[in-house]
């Protein structure tokens, strides 16, 4: 997940006053002040974070090399240094970079959790879980650490530590979007659709991930063959992204056509099973389960 991160660093600056001497005999007419020495001027670090936030992540790239000649080892160029590698996924690159970040010393939220997910990305899976697992002791309170970690597990297809950790995640930030998503997914998988959908109805109430909520609602409600309510969903992603709520919605209109001609099938009704295939022919020519259809109508309805 993409985060814009603000790294906080003090500027100490020494101001020098100089007395005049005290001195009896008349002054003569002060002549022009001396030119103030300037210190160097701070990296303009507005400039790359607006095009940080614009995506242009190549002109940022080359936004920061040009402070950092002036500027070495800043620790906040340094970090968009590692936040554009990222973007551009040149997850070895950012690696270096956030490296260097930790190297002058600083300590950040920020900073753990883009390091630890450019470790996953390179798939380095054990230096990641240390990384979070030092960010825990500093960090405890932080829900997106124990989210991370339920990554590693879900990936390691550690299924029962992810469901923990995302859980965990919750117990620190209940409405935590990518926690919710993920162990609603995790229990739709496992045929738990009762607490799958506890976990997306609280989702969908959160406007970021109203569409990404209403997609999986939509094809767990599916799953449970409610058509109806599933495709209330459907057009609630319409109202969002009508394409993708096109395609969802065929996709649900093939499964619900398939599942009524299974069941009746099953309950061997096969003057309407058969009348049903030849209308999910015309309506859906050219779909994949049609083979498999025929073959169970001509196996439980035979002429």
């Given at each position: 997940m993409q985060r814009r991160?603000?790294?906080?660093?003090?500027?100490c600056l020494v101001t020098l006053s100089c007395r005049e001497p005290k001195t009896r005999t008349p002054q003569k007419d002060p002549g022009p002040e001396p030119i103030a020495k300037l210190t160097q001027a701070a990296p303009n670090l507005e400039a790359v974070q607006k095009l940080l936030g614009e995506g242009k992540y190549d002109d940022a790239l080359s936004a920061v090399d040009r402070e950092l000649t002036a500027h070495p080892d800043h620790p906040k160029l340094l970090f968009f240094q590692g936040f554009a590698y990222?973007?551009?996924?040149?997850?070895?690159?950012?690696?270096?970079?956030?490296?260097?970040?930790r190297k002058t010393g600083v300590v950040s939220l920020e900073l753990t959790i883009s390091l630890s997910e450019t470790l996953f990305y390179l798939q380095k899976y054990d230096e990641c879980e240390k990384v979070l697992r030092e960010g825990m002791q500093k960090f405890p309170k932080a829900a997106a650490l124990w989210y991370n970690l339920g990554g590693i597990y879900a990936e390691k297809k550690d299924l029962e530590n992810a469901k923990k950790m995302y859980a965990e995640a919750l117990l620190r930030e209940p409405d935590f979007g990518p926690a919710l998503y993920s162990l609603g997914?995790?229990?739709?998988?496992e045929k738990a659709y009762d607490k799958?959908?506890?976990?997306?109805?609280?989702l969908v109430a959160q406007e970021k991930y109203k569409e990404i909520a209403h997609a999986k609602l939509a094809i767990v409600l599916s799953y449970q063959k409610k058509w109806e309510e599933a495709l209330v969903?459907?057009?609630e992603l319409e109202k969002i992204n009508a394409a993708s709520g096109k395609l969802l919605r065929d996709k649900i209109r093939v499964s619900q056509a398939f599942g009524e001609l299974g069941e009746l099938i099953r309950s061997k009704k096969c003057k309407d099973a058969k009348a049903r295939l030849e209308t999910i022919r015309k309506e859906f020519p050219g779909a994949p389960a049609l083979p498999k259809a025929q073959e169970l109508l001509t196996r439980d309805c035979p002429r």
């Open positions: 991160v603000f790294l906080t660093i003090g500027i990222f973007n551009l996924k040149k997850y070895e690159a950012a690696l270096a970079s956030f490296g260097k970040v997914d995790l229990h739709a998988s799958a959908l506890e976990m997306l109805n609280k969903h459907v057009g």
